[in-house]
Structures are given as structure tokens and as C-alpha cells.
T-cell receptor, first 116, second 110 residues
């Protein structure tokens, strides 16, 4: 089905382990985003990408790595997971290649990550 | 710092009431403003997007307004229904980045 998907939906990992969250969209949207949602902080932008091979930091990038070798995929890697990275992670996409911003962002269903 | 504030934090109304959710933002140099709905344990669903040059957008029972000069937006829900119960998030776009408010938790009682 068309849309934006995330995997896994739930993940439990231990402190210090590397974990990768996957995001895939079928709309050929140029922009993709990663957010985390925490009680008391709302949704905060981690990283975003304007196109394949173009990424930029958001508000809370420390401890995360992203890549975008293909337009449709935007994986988020926690290099060495910490308890403070326990959160719900949302991927989003928007826009058409070459278009300016001001397009709606469409969100995936989220990944609930617990770091023990 | 670009901040988005939503008032009230929570709202409980009887079914059938019209209601208004408020959103304010500190930096008026916005690209657009988007209202989302989030159900418990779920992702975000886009409700309405207002471009910076627009004053309002309507979709069914929902109407969103934007006043850039005063840094405010309102989401008006007409004839509320129990199915409208959710958290409503306001997000302001600055240069491809969305800044979110903390949300308003709405409960519509039958």
C-alpha cells in the first residue's frame, strides 16, 4: 500500500547497543523528517533531509545518525543507545522534488523505543 | 527562540458543542501552519494546512484561521462528536522545519 511506513513498531534494546529505525515512503516526496515525542517536550525534530544525500540537523540531533541513499528511505541510527533516548519516534515526509516548502507533512505510525 | 503555545492544555465538552482551540507562535516569519490530530498510541493525521498568505482553511466541520501579525491561529470544530476526542497539535513551519505546540487534549462526552 502507498504511504509512509516505519519499522519496527516496537523495540526494546539495552544501553550501549546500536539500533536502527527504518522509514519508507512511496510518494517520492523530496523531504523526510525524524521527530521524537516525549511527555513534557512534545514533538522535536531530530534530523531532516531535503533530498537523497542531503541531510541536516534539527533541534535534538546528538546521539543520532541518518543517511538517505535513496529518496524513499530515511533510516535513523542510534549509535550507542542511552536511557534518555527512550521515546516514540515519528518519521514524516512532504513535498515534491524541486518545489518550495509549504507542503503538508505526512507522518508514519511511529516506533516506540525503550532503552533499558 | 521559535515557540508555539497551545491553549487550553485540555478541554472537555458535551457532544454537539462548538469549540475553539488556540495556538500562538512567537516568530511571525512562518511558511505555513498545520493542524494535526493524534489519537492515543497513534501517529499524527494532518487536518488542515494554512499557507502564510492565507487567512483560513475549511474541511468539513473544521475551520482554521491564521493571523500572522498577531501570531495566532484558531481551530474551530463545529457540532463536536465523541469521535473528535483526541489530542490536537498545532505546528508552525519555519524553513522546512515544523515547530510543534504541546497540544490540546480534547474529550467530547456523549
Amino acid at each position: 500500500d502507498a504511504g509512509i511506513t516505519q519499522s519496527p513498531r516496537y523495540k526494546i534494546t539495552e544501553t550501549g547497543r546500536q539500533v536502527t529505525l527504518m522509514c519508507h515512503q512511496t510518494w517520492s516526496h523530496s523531504y523526510m523528517f525524524w521527530y521524537r515525542q516525549d511527555l513534557g517536550h512534545g514533538l522535536r525534530l531530530i534530523y531532516y533531509s531535503a533530498a537523497a544525500d542531503i541531510t541536516d540537523k534539527g533541534e535534538v540531533p546528538d546521539g543520532y545518525v541518518v543517511s538517505r541513499s535513496k529518496t524513499e528511505n530515511f533510516p535513523l541510527t542510534l549509535e550507542s543507545a542511552t536511557r534518555s533516548q527512550t521515546s516514540v519516534y515519528f518519521c514524516a515526509s512532504s513535498g515534491l522534488a524541486g518545489a518550495p516548502s509549504s507542503y503538508e507533512q505526512y507522518f508514519g505510525p511511529g516506533t516506540r523505543l525503550t532503552v533499558t | 527562540k521559535q515557540e508555539v503555545t497551545q491553549i487550553p492544555a485540555a478541554l472537555s465538552v458535551p457532544e454537539g458543542e462548538n469549540l475553539v482551540l488556540n495556538c500562538s507562535f512567537t516568530d511571525s516569519a512562518i511558511y505555513n501552519l498545520q493542524w494535526f490530530r493524534q489519537d492515543p498510541g497513534k501517529g499524527l493525521t494532518s487536518l488542515l494546512l494554512i499557507q502564510s498568505s492565507q487567512r483560513e482553511q475549511t474541511s468539513g466541520r473544521l475551520n482554521a484561521s491564521l493571523d500572522k501579525s498577531s501570531g495566532r491561529s484558531t481551530l474551530y470544530i463545529a457540532a463536536s462528536q465523541p469521535g473528535d476526542s483526541a489530542t490536537y497539535l498545532c505546528a508552525v513551519e519555519y524553513g522546512n522545519k515544523l515547530v510543534f505546540g504541546a497540544g490540546t487534549i480534547l474529550r467530547v462526552k456523549s
